[in-house]
């Protein structure tokens, strides 16, 4: 697979609570030069993305994160303030006591509050795969193809643990044929990338893009 192709499908991630303007604003550039799917960015740079870069760049962002136990309206105030800053995709984060509470309904209604929050915009829900059962990943995948979320994604990257294979063959069984899958956290190398986009995966969360082109 071609390097241009694998970044065409990488969402180039800086999500360091220490992260600096000057490091977002280079993250940004190679996005541009690289042809990279969108940078993944705190909230709190958006707008400076958006008027720095006169709207060019694609802006992800992050809401909930990474703990998911902010309350529904605490989110969907993140999200429309996102929306109204420039960002053009959101990733949430499920509320993962609910899920272990088995408060399915209420992980459900929150979803639906934010895909309203969302129309329009691609909505990606960040499940945290390394805290949930086999069970619980499977009614994940039945919830985000209910609420009509963009994508499902594996993780956060601040778990204790991310992506895997097998998480990815779960989604791909489990969710409905308009839900595409992003796999998130620990992707470090070129055959981890092509792994994954070979599963049918269609984003990559990683901050290890650029090795693939100084390789």
């Known amino acids: 697979m ?3 192709e694998i970044l065409s499908h990488v969402d180039h991630t800086e999500l360091k609570a220490y992260a ?3 490091q977002i604003k280079k993250l940004c550039e190679e996005s541009l030069k690289y042809g990279t799917a969108s940078v993944c960015v705190p909230p709190s740079y958006i707008k400076r993305i958006h008027d720095e870069f006169n709207g060019k760049v694609n802006i992800c962002t992050v809401i909930g994160f990474p703990l998911g136990y902010q ?3 605490a ?45 329009g915009k691609i909505l990606k829900v960040i499940i945290e ?18 609420v009509k979320a963009d ?27 308009d839900v595409k899958m992003k796999a998130a956290g ?9 792994a ?15 090795k693939l082109v100084e390789e």
């Open 2 to 4: 071609e390097v241009k």
């Open 20 to 22: 600096t303007w000057e």
């Open 71 to 73: 309350v529904t309206s």
């Open 75 to 119: 989110k969907v105030e993140e999200a429309r303030a996102a929306i109204a800053d420039g960002a053009s995709e959101i990733d949430t984060v499920i509320n993962i006591g609910d899920v272990k509470d088995k408060r399915y309904d209420e992980v459900e209604k929150e979803l639906l509050a934010i895909r309203e929050a969302t129309k």
């Open 129 to 146: 795969t390394c805290y949930l059962t086999e069970e619980e990943k499977i009614k994940m995948c039945e919830i985000v193809t209910r």
């Open 151 to 177: 994508y499902i994604k594996t993780s956060t990257g601040f778990g204790t643990a991310g992506a895997t294979i097998d998480d990815i063959k779960i989604f791909k069984e489990h969710i409905g044929p």
């Open 186 to 194: 620990g992707i470090r190398t070129r055959e981890d990338m092509e």
């Open 196 to 210: 994954y986009l070979a599963l049918g995966v269609d984003r990559l969360g990683c901050s290890a893009a650029m």
